[in-house]
């Protein structure tokens, strides 16, 4: 145990070795959304050592056809867990810093109780009589197994697909009960295409005439229509560059031109999937099938009241992450959630993972995904403070740095104690941070970025990953004290009503920005008709991107407008740099100041 | 008669009316890729009448599941047709100028020989013993049938889908015989994600016992089997967003809650799928589905010599159309073939339309799709000379149409006779519409924006609707005499290495541009800090997008690199053009130029 711990702390990957599953039997009546259990036993396994204060449980939540077996070697079959490389000691959920719970779903039927589960009071299986589930209804039942276990909260939970599912209904139900969370490939509602996906696998096991109305033996179950279900349902699971580079138009049988292409040849993606629909029918039940995609396609946490009042009393921080491969729950279904927590001014981030593989991604080894867990998990405590960072970017000569001192000196003296701060463009959330440590400010990030998202996530801020106008557009009105542009309006197509619908969510706007009527520029250009080449203007133009450049007299001429209709806005404070960027600007700044800060206030 | 071709002259719509379908027999041996048919025969429909040189026969090819009934009211079942908004008098495929003809394909089971139909020699219907089928066979059958019609040349051939893939099969089968072709909707080969949606089809099919191995009756068809493949294809013909907004989550039964998500409630969504999988094993049959799919997954012009080689010989006028959400046969996969036939230096165009209903847009009342299709059909016929153009410009006072003008009077008096160019930023495709006019040029014109890309098609310009970095990516290495990049440079990220990668598809490059030096631009800059706006630079910096300005002198030092390496080329003409962009400008053009246009030159 010792040197486990010994190895975990070097932070090397150590193995789980052999674990055994256990059973919670619930001997109580358990009412469901649509029916009720005379009793209930749950399947689960446990990794690690709760701590003593028993603050260190981390809940992870299964996918459709998942199970309890996460990590390790199951002593039952020798298999490994489905997570096994991201569960373990010093893996991404470290199980030598946290103690990691995972349990059969109820209505699964590796285990929990389900429709394959002998109902006491008839003495046969449930069958299709089992009641009509819920995510919430297992998420109830994990509730029991976690009483049970004696864990007054929950550290994190965790879950991909039906599991992000579970954890997005975890925050919604004990929302004081659980400190964060993490949905991955998920979505908090089912859209129609998902529902026509599913509904075509129910019927093609309903039409089996081996079903029988659910009435089915281990001899006789609806094998054929199981097969097609799980064929079809998995091509949803991959996406069409991975099937492409995995499979291409590659044939079983190599040969002559007319053995290739006879009806019998199969392509290999045929034998995969015919495969994969025979593995299944072995390991999985057609009612459980039946029962559990009509519970995910009945999770909807928009409904007519939508998504907003329902996270209303959502309190856990909590990180979603999409795949940008993933069409059957999207990038922008995961984005929903997020964007409505952080409307609701809630403590959560949006994550996209760009991987090729689609839905499965989340269960796949991506050493950005698994990081990405990690840093969450760590949250702010693995940050060097922020005057660390400061110090070593004086004593570097990297203009961008300084600069970046600059606007944080300038904003923090203007930002008050805890004001909330929307960051456009925040870069790794050194601002935020900074804000968040001195002032105890709520921030928000928003980078397009994954690199500089994932610093972000791993100071503790939270974050946005996307496009700043969407950002913007799916805030509230007045939400923000403060909206922040350091150095990035210049990358805006038409900057001014980006600039308007920040004074929308946010009092005051900070603008900081190069100002590009700095003599140096003018006379340069004057004189040689070309751009200037420095610090700040590095790239000759073959080498550059398109920007925007404005100067510190076309800024205040959009804000002092005389023809135009009045502006919603005032010009508020405003401090200029020289050249230098460190030292103060006051006289002539059109022609003298390398940089500007601006605020404008809503009137 | 003579009313009806008064109401298409002047392109109001008109009806078709009454259609009779008609029945071609041939008597002959039939040898198919992988079988022999002893005899065969054809269902078809025509509409419009034939001219007298038999130059005016349209050939439309149906989809999958389609028919010979395209448009008009069948006098069979009093069925319209299914493209009958698009093919009719005044309609875009016009049938009081065209002789317009569909046949149902070799294979199917609406009237053409196929499974159903009875074998001669065993007088049992074919059923699986119908032989393996390929999209070449189907082209061969409709062949036999345009000899039949005496038919010596198709003025075009059209079609959708699997109807894209016929068209695509007969420019490469007989690149004599058609002139043009519209590829819609369609692929070159079918993905591995494609044939796996196919292969759980089938499955659903084959698993179903009633299949019997294809020998079943009218009484005991596969019923259940075939009506899952048919919902499940259905939700691949769709978008996610299309499902969305005709479903959404919208429940069956209204009523209270309990009621709402019993079980037996359905979703819309479901119930829609089921209507359309029973509608289905109406009118369809399971063996010609199984033979059908296969048809389609074995189609590849790809194989192991590659889509050039397969395309080598077209001849034929291609217009490629891909629809934005289509993920069935998508955008990429559309674009693939374009892509070939210009690399090819074919006369084809790719070109995009942005619609919501994913794979079946083809087959809606769109707009912006069916005028495409009117334009090409009528290609240069519908343009207006350029020179009026031109004229029209000189009067007009848009700074715009002076500097097009300039332009096209530079490069056209650079381009020699009969050369290729490659129009970067081709706009409407007016200097490529020169060009051929006057210098029987052979163009290609590339441009984002779907308006200007029809409008190309509309001049008879060959023009690739994407990015401009692509287009390039794709093409050859020498594979045109010029390539012009006409005052777009600005807006490329880093244009050095685009114009560089120009240079390798281009022996010579010619690049225009408002240089950014002239003086106005520095006096105003100097004086005020502030840019200028007049008519080149027309926003103020908050209505602007981000844009790369260059000047005269910046654009030579890139040319005439003194400490990097060697440039691939060298400087050849230049022209420059006062600040009125008309007179020239032969001394200090960096301050005095407006205007600069370069010719690079490939060494």
Redesign the interface.
């Known amino acids: 145990m010792n040197s486990s711990k010994k190895i975990a702390k070097e932070s090397k990957e150590g193995e789980i070795g052999k674990v055994s599953p256990q059973i919670f039997e619930y001997k109580k009546s358990f009412v469901m ?2 029916g009720e259990l005379s009793s209930l036993q749950i399947k689960y396994e446990t990794y690690g050592r709760l701590n003593k204060d028993r603050s260190n449980a981390i809940l992870v939540c299964h996918a459709l056809t998942g199970d309890h077996h996460v990590a390790g070697i199951s002593d039952e079959d020798e298999r490994k867990g489905w997570w096994d490389h991201a569960v373990g000691p010093g893996k991404a959920i470290d199980t030598s810093e946290y103690f990691v719970i995972c349990s059969n779903v109820l209505g699964a039927c590796q285990g929990s109780t389900g429709p394959t589960s002998i109902n006491p009071l008839t003495q046969k299986p449930y069958g299709m009589t089992f009641p ?1 589930l819920t995510i919430k209804d297992m998420v109830s039942a994990q509730k029991l197994l976690l009483d049970h276990l004696m864990i007054k909260s929950l550290y994190s939970v965790v879950g991909g697909s039906m599991g992000g599912m579970q954890a997005l209904q975890w925050v919604v139900e004990f929302p004081s009960f659980v400190k964060s969370a993490m949905i991955i490939a998920a979505t908090a ?5 998902t ?3 599913n ?2 696998g129910r ?2 096991i309903k ?3 081996h079903w029988n109305n659910g009435e089915y033996t281990s001899e006789t179950r609806p094998e ?2 199981l ?2 279900a799980r ?2 349902a998995h ?1 949803t699971y ?3 560059k991975a ?2 580079e ?4 590659d044939l079983m049988i190599a040969g002559d031109e ?1 053995d290739q ?3 019998n040849n199969q ?1 290999t ?2 034998s995969y ?2 495969y994969q ?1 025979f593995k299944f029918v072995d390991r999985f039940d057609a009612n459980t099938y039946l029962k559990l995609t ?1 519970a995910l ?2 999770f ?1 946490l928009v409904g007519d009241n939508g998504l907003d009042e329902n996270l209303k009393n959502v309190s856990a921080k909590v990180m979603v992450v999409g795949f940008t491969s993933d ?1 059957l729950y ?1 990038p922008s279904q995961n984005k929903m959630i997020a964007e409505s927590l952080q409307r609701l001014g809630k403590n959560a981030s949006y994550l996209e993972i760009d991987h090729d593989h689609g839905h499965d991604s989340f269960l796949l080894n991506s050493h950005d995904f698994l990081r990405l867990i990690k840093l969450f998990l760590k949250g702010e405590n693995l940050v060097k403070p922020v005057h660390q960072e400061s110090q070593k970017s004086r004593h570097s000569n990297n203009r961008s740095n300084v600069k970046k001192e600059a606007d944080l000196k300038v904003i923090s003296g203007w930002v008050k104690k805890d004001e909330k701060v929307l960051d456009l463009g925040c870069g790794r959330g050194i601002l935020l941070e900074h804000l968040r440590e001195t002032k105890n400010v709520k921030g928000l990030g928003v980078d397009y970025d994954s690199t500089k998202a994932a610093a972000c996530i791993s100071r503790g801020v939270n974050v946005y990953q996307g496009d700043i106008r969407n950002a913007l557009s799916m805030l509230s009105d007045n939400s923000f004290d403060w909206v922040v542009f350091s150095r990035m309006v ?8 980006v ?1 308007l619908d920040a004074l929308r969510v946010g009092k005051r706007v900070a603008v900081s920005f190069v100002n ?3 003599w140096r520029n ?2 340069h ?2 004189r ?4 200037i080449t420095n610090d700040v203007y590095s790239e ?16 205040e ?2 804000c002092n407008p005389s023809v135009e209709l009045k502006k919603p806005f005032r010009l508020g404070r405003k401090v200029f740099h020289h050249g230098n960027w460190r030292t103060e600007c006051r006289w002539i700044p ?2 003298r100041a390398g940089l500007a800060i601006y605020e404008l206030v809503r009137v």
Chains 1, 2 share one sequence.
């Open positions: 959304s649509y009509d509602q089912h859209s129609a295409q529902i026509a996906f509904e075509v019927t093609s039409r089996d005439p054929a229509g097969a097609v064929m079809m091509i991959l996406s069409d099937m492409a995995k499979f291409g138009r007319q292409k006879s009806e392509f993606v045929e999937l015919h629909g009509k396609d009945r909807d069409w999207t210049e990358e805006l197509p038409e900057p001014g009503q600039i590009h009527g700095y003018r006379l250009f004057s040689y008709g070309s751009r000759k133009w073959e080498k550059s991107h398109p920007l925007n450049h404005f100067s510190i007299k076309e800024f001429s959009f059109n022609l």
